[in-house]
């Protein structure tokens, strides 16, 4: 009987230690529950696949993140870390674009350019395909959210749809 009831301590145990672990791995901390990127990183849906782009390396600076006021362009780039599951890149361009006004609004279609590629394979999405909605600007940081139709490139009959986009990004000014 001894045996018995120490088994079911040891169940009981388990019991608990798997319902504490299920609990702690969903905080409200954990990336994509209840939440926007943290500053630096793009989020987006693409094929229902989620994608983090994190990693600003591996191009030109003035793709990077910058904001040119003589042009009226945002140019904002992201590639996934070289140890994530997924690889690719994202950008998002925009154009005619007053970075000062800091109202919360959705652009213009014809003023943005979605843009993700994974080696040599890249889809674009403009115009009627792609929205994008600023939800604030303070201090040189943009928060948006985005989706959108994008195209291949080299094909035009592969289209991939992207979703729940958001971007949280310090934005250099020249």
């Not at 299920?22 to 696949?49: H, K, M, T, V, Y």
Request: proline share 3%.
């Amino acid at each position: 009987m001894k045996v018995i009831s120490s088994y079911s301590f040891l169940y009981f145990f388990l019991l608990l230690f798997s319902i504490s672990c299920l609990f702690s791995s969903c905080e409200l901390g954990d990336e994509r529950i209840g939440g926007f990127p943290p500053e630096g990183q793009i989020w987006a849906e693409i094929e229902n696949l989620e994608y983090t782009f994190a990693d600003p390396s591996g191009t030109i600076p003035s793709l990077l993140n910058t904001y040119s006021e003589s042009t009226k362009s945002l140019s904002i780039y992201r590639s996934t870390d070289f140890n994530s599951t997924r690889f690719g890149a994202f950008r998002v361009l925009l154009t005619r674009f007053d970075f000062d006004n800091t109202t919360p609004r959705t652009l213009d279609n014809s003023n943005v350019r979605l843009e993700f590629s994974q080696g040599n394979i890249a889809y674009i999405g403009t115009e009627d395909a792609v929205q994008l909605e600023i939800l604030s600007i303070e201090n040189d940081i943009i928060k948006a959210t985005f989706s959108g139709l994008l195209t291949n490139r080299d094909n035009p009959n592969q289209q991939i749809r992207v979703r729940n986009g958001s971007l949280h990004i310090r934005i250099r000014r020249e």
